[in-house]
């Protein structure tokens, strides 16, 4: 029982470079999202989905963007990586009114 | 805009006591209510939920209270224990979830 899949676990980018954090989820749940979490910061909600082919910004979407192809997967592109992009990055996956369940984040670094 | 907040960073009891940690909202939207647990380099762990149509869920030595009036919400660990420590944060539903910014409880032997 996987539940939320994050890759890679730790990441340090350069200025400009892009990449792609992934999200795999196993529990065939419609709801989908991404946090980031800056030191000492709760978490603060970048884009999500509430089923496959459907996405929304959160409360700080930009320089972020997402792709729901599927039930399982999330990814979350960034194009041009910027230091404020440092943080922890947290996938989640829940149904409608119940809870979500989290991955073990990924930790990025934007020198 | 903070939609979800959590006024105290911190809080430290004594083992056995009750800890009460505080949580307000401004959506009266929101209708799931959630605490979560979080220890260091790990994801939150899911505590305890509640609906809007509830004012108060127990699991064990958890209880959450609701008052929608007040928008206002509350988790209560009784008597608390010295692995309770961790950060603590609300979160509220209604498509999106968002998230206070957490406080940390500290449970003295």
């Known amino acids: 029982n996987a539940g939320v899949t994050q890759t890679p676990k730790f990441r340090i980018l350069k200025i400009g470079q892009s990449m792609t954090l992934q999200c795999a989820q196993d529990m065939n749940h419609n709801y989908m999202y991404w946090y980031r979490q800056d030191p000492g910061m709760g978490l603060k909600l970048i884009y999500y989905s509430v089923g496959a082919g459907i996405t929304d910004k959160g409360e700080v979407p930009n320089g972020y963007n997402v792709s729901r192809s599927t039930t399982e997967d999330f990814p979350l592109r960034l194009e041009l990586a910027a230091p404020s992009q440092t943080s922890v990055y947290f996938c989640?996956?829940?149904?409608?009114?119940?809870?979500?369940?989290f991955g073990q984040g990924t930790r990025l670094t934007v020198v | 805009d903070q939609q979800v907040k959590q006024n105290s960073p911190s809080l430290s009891v004594q083992e056995g006591r009750i800890s009460i940690l505080n949580c307000d909202y401004t959506n009266s939207m929101f209708d799931y209510f959630l605490w979560y647990k979080k220890y260091p380099a790990e994801g939150p762990t899911f505590l305890i939920s509640?609906?809007?149509?509830?004012d108060k869920n127990e699991d064990g030595r958890f209880t959450v209270f609701l008052n929608k009036s007040a928008k206002h919400l509350s988790l209560h660990i009784v008597p608390s224990q010295p692995g309770d420590s961790a950060v603590y944060f609300c979160?509220?539903?209604?498509?999106?979830?968002?998230f206070g910014a957490g406080t940390r409880l500290t449970v003295k032997p």
């Open positions: 979160a509220a539903k209604v498509r999106d979830m968002r």
């Open positions: 989640a996956s829940s149904q409608l009114e119940r809870e979500a369940f």
């Open positions: 509640i609906s809007s149509i509830k």
